[in-house]
Structure formats: structure tokens, C-alpha cells
């Protein structure tokens, strides 16, 4: 990730793709399966359904309990915006309308396989970050970019884990 000056307000994101061996109604099977995320991820150690959902739908809610080395234990709420099988996947951490972070998954059929982007934007609402911004607000640029990197590193490494588990079925 090259340096953009991105402040927190310019909402900045991160995205990367990838070709998959598989049809998309098995990577969406993979990529909508919210319990399998913390088995991919650094941070997100643990994820549950929230207020009696239990499956992936528009407007369930679910859980998810990260750590991280600067940051230490925390829990969000995060609710689905889009859930449009098997092209889509997106959920909004906090609130919809006003989020700390935005996440996507996008399948397209591609050469007998899926092709599969992954992004993420950070912002508006308020986050964890904002407490460090607060702090050292004349680190901020600095801060989310060191942030945004670690986003596009997992980003990368939960691709590939999706990949090796949709082509053959290991991480």
C-alpha cells in the first residue's frame, strides 16, 4: 500500500481480489459463513449471532470479539447490508448509517471458476481508532495508515485461505 495522507473523515479503503477454482455457490458457502472468519483472521478471535439470527440475511446481527496487540480485546456488533447469494456479502460494523468500518465480499463467475474481491472501509462512525487519532492527532494520517496496511495484509492472507479451502478444501 503506497502512502495517501488519508485522514479518518476521507473514509479510506482497501480491497484485493483473487481468481478461485471453485463455482461461487461454494465460495459464497465459505465467505457467508460468519463462524469460519475467526478461523482466517489474526484479530477476530470469536463471532456469534446476535438478537435470534442465525443464519446470513439483511439486518441479522452478529458479534464479533477481536484482539489486538496495540488495541487489546474488544467487541462489536455488526450488522449485514447486503446478502444477495452468491454475488455479495457486506456487513456494517456498529451502525448502518454511521459505521466504524464497512466490509465486502464480491463473486463474479469467471473462467469456470469465481472471481472474489474482498474490501473494506474504514469510518465514519467512530472506532477504536478514533480513541488513538484523539490521542495523537497529529500522528492521525500516520495512524490510519499503519492501519489500513494491517487491513490490506489480512485482507490478503483471508483470500488466500479461501482460496486453498474452496480448491481443496484446507486452509
Same mark, same amino acid.
Given at each position: 500500500?503506497?502512502?495517501? $495522507?488519508?485522514?479518518?473523515?476521507?473514509?479510506?479503503?482497501?480491497?484485493?481480489?483473487?481468481?478461485?477454482?471453485?463455482?461461487?455457490?461454494?465460495?459464497?458457502?465459505?465467505?457467508? +459463513?460468519?463462524?469460519?472468519?475467526?478461523?482466517?483472521?489474526?484479530?477476530?478471535?470469536?463471532?456469534?449471532?446476535?438478537? $435470534?439470527? +442465525?443464519?446470513?440475511?439483511?439486518?441479522?446481527?452478529?458479534? $464479533?470479539?477481536?484482539?489486538? +496487540?496495540?488495541?487489546?480485546?474488544?467487541?462489536?456488533?455488526?450488522?449485514?447490508?447486503?446478502?444477495?447469494?452468491?454475488?455479495?456479502?457486506?456487513?456494517?460494523?456498529?451502525?448502518?448509517? +454511521?459505521?466504524?468500518?464497512?466490509?465486502?465480499?464480491?463473486?463474479?463467475?469467471?473462467?469456470? $471458476?469465481?472471481?472474489?474481491?474482498?474490501?473494506?472501509?474504514?469510518?465514519?462512525?467512530?472506532?477504536?481508532?478514533?480513541?488513538?487519532?484523539?490521542?495523537?492527532?497529529?500522528?492521525?494520517?500516520?495512524?490510519?495508515?499503519?492501519?489500513?496496511?494491517?487491513?490490506?495484509?489480512?485482507?490478503?492472507?483471508?483470500?488466500?485461505?479461501?482460496?486453498?479451502?474452496?480448491?481443496?478444501?484446507?486452509?
Amino acid at each position: 500500500m503506497e502512502w495517501t $495522507g488519508a485522514r479518518y473523515a476521507d473514509k479510506p479503503t482497501v480491497e484485493a481480489s483473487t481468481w478461485i477454482d471453485a463455482d461461487p455457490a461454494r465460495v459464497w458457502s465459505l465467505v457467508s +459463513d460468519i463462524k469460519l472468519m475467526p478461523t482466517l483472521s489474526n484479530e477476530l478471535q470469536a463471532v456469534e449471532w446476535a438478537e $435470534g439470527a +442465525d443464519a446470513p440475511r439483511v439486518g441479522a446481527r452478529f458479534v $464479533g470479539h477481536n484482539e489486538h +496487540d496495540a488495541f487489546g480485546q474488544w467487541s462489536t456488533t455488526s450488522q449485514i447490508v447486503a446478502c444477495d447469494e452468491p454475488r455479495e456479502f457486506a456487513w456494517a460494523v456498529g451502525e448502518p448509517d +454511521d459505521p466504524a468500518a464497512m466490509w465486502r465480499f464480491r463473486l463474479t463467475p469467471r473462467d469456470g $471458476g469465481t472471481a472474489l474481491s474482498y474490501w473494506m472501509q474504514m469510518g465514519p462512525g467512530r472506532s477504536g481508532l478514533s480513541v488513538a487519532i484523539e490521542s495523537m492527532p497529529d500522528k492521525e494520517q500516520k495512524i490510519v495508515f499503519v492501519r489500513m496496511r494491517e487491513f490490506e495484509a489480512a485482507i490478503g492472507k483471508t483470500l488466500a485461505a479461501i482460496k486453498r479451502l474452496a480448491e481443496h478444501g484446507v486452509r
